[in-house]
Nanobody, 127 residues
Framework: EVQLVESGGGLVQAGGSLRLSCAAS????????IGWFRQAPGKEREGVSY????????YYASSTKGRFTISSDNAKSTVYLQMNSLEPEDTAVYYC????????????????????WGQGTQVTVSS
């Protein structure tokens, strides 16, 4: 059974940090690229970051570049999202997703590129 399990969300004050984890199982981790998405109430799901399995190259949304860092521990089949300098606008449910490699990097933020999704973890940033 394919599973993506996010953890690490919570309530944090503006300017604070959180590290999200995405633990994958049930598929060959090295064959999939992993993306992080978020969805705020009343808004569409948007791409936050993506890491390419072939070479570990990372891509970021303009709103998160410089504040968020994605990384992968292939031995643990886990992808992390380190989020620093959090802002109230970052409040959302965060999801990780796996797409069969290669996810076209030009379209990494498009949800249709991904085959499997986690259940999400809530991140709330207070002002």
């Amino acid at each position: 059974e394919v599973q993506l399990v996010e953890s690490g969300g919570g309530l944090v004050q503006a300017g604070g940090s959180l590290r999200l984890s995405c633990a994958a199982s049930g598929f060959t981790f090295d064959d999939y690229d992993i993306g992080w998405f978020r969805q705020a109430p009343g808004k569409e799901r948007e791409g936050v970051s993506y890491i390419r399995s072939s070479d570990g190259r990372a891509y970021y949304a303009s709103s998160t570049k410089g504040r968020f860092t994605i990384s992968s521990d292939n031995a643990k089949s886990t992808v992390y999202l380190q989020m620093n300098s959090l802002e109230p606008e970052d409040t959302a449910v965060y999801y990780c997703a796996a797409g069969a490699s290669p996810v076209l990097y030009e379209w990494w933020s498009q949800t249709y590129q991904y085959d499997y999704w986690g259940q999400g973890t809530q991140v709330t940033v207070s002002s």
